[in-house]
């Protein structure tokens, strides 16, 4: 029996196993992990539409919520928390893609370790990379929710943090959920504060980054530290 003869339903599992996953589209993938589409379309039908309301983005898609998923019709509670579970591991095969000891030489290095933690949330975090005299990543952590302007970054938590780690420069950064690439007074404030504490501890406050769901803005780039 060939593929066309299949129910669509089984269309995309069966071309996977003959072909191959890479022989897959993003809406056969997204059938496949739905598994069944509702009584008036099929799941690769619903995958298209879903895909198509994101603009076919994955990242997109990783932004909706499972309320919003679930207006889809044929999308229940648990379809929608198998899409959003795909994506999450997704997101972190990508994040253990990161080599232990990142070796950071400027922005873009710096970008593409934080992207993957800040670039698709909807409320702002406050993160910090401590790294040694080599520039070699050793630790990362969050140090807030809620956005700078609403919950206050503690610099005294910063800077123990990096002396716990013995660490000799810091790269902080936190996220944009509106998409603004333009610092607020408060990124100002907090970067400038930061920058000062360090130099009487001879930590080094090596960049500020802000990132959006697909850029970022840095502090160092544009000569504000």
Same mark, same amino acid.
């Given at each position: 029996?060939?593929?066309? @003869? %299949?129910?669509?339903?089984?269309? #995309?599992?069966?071309? @996977?196993?003959? *072909?191959? *996953?890479? &022989?897959? /589209?993003?809406?056969? %993938?997204?059938?496949?992990?739905?598994?069944?589409? /509702?009584?008036?379309?099929?799941?690769?039908?619903?995958?298209?539409?879903?895909?198509?309301?994101?603009?076919?983005?994955?990242?997109?898609? &990783?932004?909706?919520?499972? *309320? !919003?998923?679930?207006?889809?019709?044929? =999308?229940?509670? =648990?379809?929608a928390v198998s899409i959003?579970?795909? %994506?999450?591991?997704?997101?972190?095969?990508? $994040?253990? !893609?990161? #080599?232990?000891?990142? =070796?950071?030489?400027?922005s873009d290095d710096a970008y593409f370790i934080l992207?993957?933690?800040?670039? +698709?949330?909807?409320?702002?975090? @406050?993160?910090?990379?401590?790294?040694?005299?080599?520039?070699? =990543?050793?630790?990362?952590?969050?140090?807030?929710?809620?956005?700078?302007?609403?919950?206050? $970054?503690?610099?005294?938590?910063?800077?123990?943090?990096?002396?716990?780690?013995?660490?000799?420069?810091?790269?902080?950064?936190?996220?944009? #959920?509106?998409? &603004?690439?333009?610092?607020?007074?408060? +990124?100002?404030?907090?970067? *400038?504060?930061?920058?000062?504490?360090?130099?009487?501890?001879?930590?080094?406050?090596?960049?500020?980054?802000? $990132?959006?769901?697909?850029?970022?803005?840095? @502090?160092?780039?544009?000569?504000?530290?």
């Amino acid at each position: 029996m060939t593929i066309k @003869f %299949l129910a669509e339903d089984d269309r #995309p599992r069966e071309k @996977f196993l003959l *072909k191959g *996953k890479s &022989s897959l /589209s993003d809406s056969e %993938l997204l059938a496949i992990i739905m598994g069944s589409g /509702s009584k008036d379309e099929s799941a690769l039908e619903l995958a298209r539409k879903i895909l198509a309301s994101v603009n076919n983005s994955w990242h997109q898609l &990783s932004l909706l919520s499972n *309320k !919003e998923l679930m207006k889809f019709k044929g =999308v229940g509670e =648990v379809k929608a928390v198998s899409i959003i579970a795909a %994506l999450e591991i997704g997101k972190r095969r990508t $994040v253990q !893609e990161i #080599p232990e000891k990142a =070796v950071i030489s400027n922005s873009d290095d710096a970008y593409f370790i934080l992207k993957n933690k800040l670039s +698709d949330l909807r409320t702002e975090e @406050f993160w910090a990379i401590f790294l040694n005299q080599s520039n070699k =990543v050793i630790h990362i952590s969050q140090l807030t929710q809620g956005g700078i302007s609403q919950s206050i $970054v503690d610099v005294r938590i910063l800077f123990k943090t990096a002396l716990d780690h013995f660490s000799t420069g810091i790269i902080i950064a936190h996220n944009h #959920p509106s998409g &603004s690439l333009k610092p607020s007074k408060e +990124d100002i404030s907090i970067t *400038k504060k930061i920058h000062e504490a360090g130099k009487t501890l001879s930590i080094q406050l090596l960049d500020h980054i802000i $990132v959006t769901q697909d850029t970022y803005f840095s @502090f160092s780039d544009e000569g504000l530290l």
